[in-house]
């Protein structure tokens, strides 16, 4: 039966990244004996993204290799697939979702994992060939042309992808110039000590890297073809291709036309309920509660958009509740893997174990004298026992947010 005519039970989930492919899959794990339908805005099945700036990069992976289930199996567990279809609008009072096709879907659990996408930078000369974002797998298509004809790659943004894309280039044999606007890499995600550890490690396989700088414009000697960047202090820095890396946004226009709490991210509780009754909301689109963080966190990772899956899909069938996790992030680098458990940020101490000399070490960050991130380079018994102890320390619910009373709730 058409689940647009078979309400009773219906889960409808916008996205179908990580967060909402793997819900589907849980909830069909779960019990969940209603209808199911992802909606996906790619003509493509749920896939994974994060070999998209390493070993799919490189072609050292293919396509069916970035499916984390296989081919055929949301078939098998009545999983309906939208690809390249878009929601339009939500409404709430009816429970209905209208898609680009004019088609409507009626749902009893809406989920909207609809992501993040890359922060635009408008600059002059910026509709030429040969300037990429990534985020999708047309994205990485794109870079992927272009690595193969480039010289030099211009990576605008320091951030954790374009230091990733800048050691995938570097195996491939491209020239790599990075362009970062702060006085160091990482900001605002890693430590001092770590940034300064990953600018040694990239300056070995001699990249480039341009602190406070800024663009200000893209040249090219014809329409089709860059040849340099134009700098704002009126330098020129010599380069054939341009990836644009200066962060990501929340996709949450949708929860935004329901009148959520969506201040840089929809606000959700532990299992990504938000404020509207059968509305759930999971993935980097969302900010939400960490057990021992204060305050909501918007994440950007795989294993925080799993973890958000899981809940929600336990939630939903009414399943048991696992046990919350501590955040962690990975990056692999050349040789070097990086695993941080925890949040840096949060920490008011920090102290070194090991020698950066050696490409193995740890910077553990304490809050209070008590352990609360740690950030290892390739040391992944330091990064075990790490995820450990924070959990230990850490395990209190922390329970839902405050939402603005302006929102509306359904029945």
């Given at each position: 039966m058409n689940p647009a005519q078979h309400p009773q039970g219906h889960a409808v989930i916008i996205g179908a990244g990580h967060a909402g492919g793997t819900l589907a899959a849980l909830l069909r794990q779960y019990g969940h004996p209603g209808p199911i339908t992802v909606v996906g805005g790619e003509?493509?099945?749920?896939?994974?993204?994060?070999?998209?700036?390493?070993?799919?990069?490189?072609?050292?992976?293919?396509?069916?290799?970035?499916?984390?289930?296989?081919?055929?199996?949301?078939?098998?567990?009545?999983?309906?697939?939208?690809?390249?279809?878009?929601?339009?609008?939500?409404e709430p009072g009816s429970r209905q979702v209208a898609l680009n096709d004019g088609s409507v879907l009626h749902y009893e659990h809406l989920v909207i994992a609809t992501g993040s996408a890359p922060r635009w930078l408008v600059l002059p000369g910026d509709e030429r060939p040969g300037i990429?974002?990534?985020?999708?797998?047309?994205?990485?298509?794109?870079?992927?042309?272009?690595?193969?004809?480039?010289?030099?790659?211009?990576?605008?943004?320091?951030?954790?992808?374009?230091l990733e894309i800048a050691s995938t280039a570097r195996k491939l044999g491209v020239q790599v110039r990075i362009i970062e606007r702060e006085g160091r890499l990482l900001t605002r995600s890693a430590s001092t000590q770590m940034a300064a550890h990953l600018l040694q490690l990239h300056a070995g396989q001699g990249v480039e890297v341009h602190f406070n700088a800024a663009v200000a414009a893209i040249q090219g000697d014809s329409p089709t073809r860059i040849t340099a960047l134009w700098m704002a202090d009126g330098s020129r820095l010599e380069c054939d291709a341009v990836l644009i890396g200066v962060g990501a946004a929340p996709c949450m226009e949708l929860a935004q036309s329901l009148g959520l709490d969506c201040a840089d991210g929809i606000a959700v509780d532990g299992e990504g309920r938000t404020a509207m009754n059968g509305i759930y909301a999971i993935g980097d689109a969302t900010r939400r509660p960490l057990a021992g963080y204060p305050g909501l966190h918007r994440l950007e990772s795989v294993p925080s958009a799993l973890e958000q899956a899981r809940r929600a899909a336990c939630a939903i069938t009414g399943s048991e509740l696992p046990a919350h996790e501590t955040p962690w992030f990975w990056s692999d680098q050349y040789d070097t893997r990086l695993q941080i458990a925890g949040l840096p940020g949060q920490g008011d101490q920090t102290v070194l174990r090991g020698n950066p000399a050696s490409g193995r070490f740890a910077v553990l960050h304490l809050r209070g004298g008590q352990l609360c991130a740690a950030e290892c380079v390739n040391s992944p018994g330091e990064f075990m026992a790490a995820r450990k102890?924070?959990?230990?320390?850490?395990?209190?619910?922390?329970?839902?947010?405050?939402?603005?009373?302006?929102?509306?709730?359904?029945?």
């Open positions: 003509d493509l099945p749920p896939y994974l993204r994060p070999p998209l700036s390493r070993a799919w990069l490189q072609q050292a992976m293919g396509p069916d290799e970035l499916l984390p289930r296989p081919a055929g199996a949301s078939a098998d567990q009545a999983i309906a697939l939208r690809p390249g279809m878009r929601a339009m609008a939500i990429t974002y990534l985020r999708t797998m047309e994205d990485a298509q794109a870079l992927r042309g272009h690595l193969q004809t480039a010289r030099c790659l211009a990576i605008i943004g320091g951030g954790y992808a374009g102890a924070i959990a230990a320390t850490h395990c209190a619910d922390p329970g839902f947010p405050t939402l603005p009373s302006k929102a509306p709730l359904t029945p």
